[in-house]
């Protein structure tokens, strides 16, 4: 009794009640992985076609991707073969390095992990400065994750056990940081927003957000499972206040 009693009471702690007060639609398109930032929607679909939101349509980009992200860095992309581009210009620009997954969510910095799980970031000046193949400068990161996101108030990431963890002490000009919080609840994949909130889905594809996050309280307080019609997803990103999802079948999910 006493164990469950404790269980209890940490899960009272560290989850709050089911919340559906979001005005959700269903959009055209099918996408395995979306981002947005900066005013900006882009999306890639699972034969690797990169696309942009223009108002109520999709423009496809050109070029072939598997993981794509939009934010204060700009535009970045990786694909199957894990090579890193960015757009100049209007075009896409390879990079050197190899990643699995990019995000430059963060302060005019990109961040992202590699097909070990090794966790890298750029400096917010080598970043800006990146346009030819023999940029960016890579820093290393210690530890191991399969998805890392970055945003005003710090980084998140998720690692292949869907251990949740923030980065502390991370600066556009120090994007190291300097230590791994591990944050209670298990995430398959995690975003952060341009205005710094946090959402992340589940392996069984339920929607949570980070609530009681702060400039002196970046990690928040507790995990808040949103019921959106009854889907289950598979990546979620948020820009404007405003959500977009990825169903397990590709659909399309936006929220406001």
């Not at 050197?96 to 990109?110: E, M, N, P, S, T």
């Not at 069984?204 to 995990?223: H, K, M």
């Amino acid at each position: 009794m006493k164990n469950f009693l404790l269980i209890s009471l940490l899960a009272c702690i560290y989850f709050q009640a089911v919340r559906s007060d979001l005005v959700c639609r269903q959009i055209d398109g099918n996408l395995k992985q979306i981002d947005a930032g900066n005013g900006q929607v882009f999306g890639v679909d699972e034969k690797g076609t990169v696309y942009s939101r223009n108002e109520e349509k999709w423009d496809i980009v050109p070029g072939t991707l598997s993981h794509v992200t939009v934010g204060p860095a700009g535009v970045w992309g990786v694909d199957r073969n894990h090579a890193i581009y960015r757009m100049v210009g209007g075009s896409w620009v390879l990079m050197a390095g190899l990643l699995k997954q990019i995000d430059a969510g963060g302060d005019r910095f990109v961040g992202g992990v590699n097909m070990n799980d090794d966790i890298y970031c750029v400096q917010q000046g080598a970043t800006i400065s990146a346009a030819t193949y023999n940029s960016p400068q890579y820093n290393h990161l210690g530890g191991k994750l399969k998805y890392y996101s970055c945003g005003p108030q710090g980084c998140w990431g998720v690692n292949s056990g869907d251990g949740i963890y923030f980065r502390n002490n991370v600066t556009p000009t120090n994007c190291v940081g300097s230590t791994w919080q591990h944050i209670p609840g298990r995430l398959a994949m995690i975003e952060v927003g341009t205005d710094g909130s946090v959402y992340g889905v589940n392996s069984a594809g339920q929607l949570y957000r980070r609530d009681g996050i702060t400039p002196l309280n970046p990690v928040g307080t507790v995990w808040t499972h949103i019921n959106i019609q009854g889907h289950t997803f598979k990546h979620v990103t948020t820009d404007l206040g405003q959500l977009w999802l990825v169903t397990k079948s590709n659909q399309i999910v936006q929220c406001q």
